[in-house]
Nanobody
């Protein structure tokens, strides 16, 4: 079974940076698409980006100037580098993955088979 575990969240002032990590255990991350989502209170879960099993990397337009995705296959870890953070970036950040070999479709989080517990990001002004 795949287990995802996010880390790296915390509190930061506006304009600061955070690097989040998603550790994938008991399997090989290169066989999966792994995506980042966030969810603020009272709002829908929002897809941010992914790295798929063919190393295609995608970040949504709303954050692509500030956020990047990266991975370390040797450590089975996905990263989300967040720069120039804004208060509206405050949310719980999650990593998720569909079944092995399936692609990420960010608009369909219900199709994701695996989720971490999330890591909180709070950006203050």
């Amino acid at each position: 079974q795949v287990r995802l575990a996010e880390s790296g969240g915390g509190s930061v002032q506006a304009g600061g940076s955070l690097k989040l990590s998603c550790a994938v255990s008991l399997d090989n991350m290169s066989k999966y698409c792994v995506a980042w989502y966030r969810q603020a209170p009272g709002k829908e879960r929002e897809g941010l980006g992914f790295i798929n099993q063919h190393d295609l990397r995608y970040v949504v337009d709303s954050v692509k100037d500030r956020f990047t995705v990266a991975k370390d296959n040797a450590k089975n870890t996905l990263h989300l580098q967040m720069n120039a953070l804004k208060p509206e970036d405050s949310a719980m950040y999650y990593c998720g993955a569909p079944k092995k070999g399936d692609y990420c479709y960010l608009a369909m989080p219900s199709h994701f088979a695996y989720w971490g517990q999330g890591t909180q990001v709070t950006v203050s002004s």
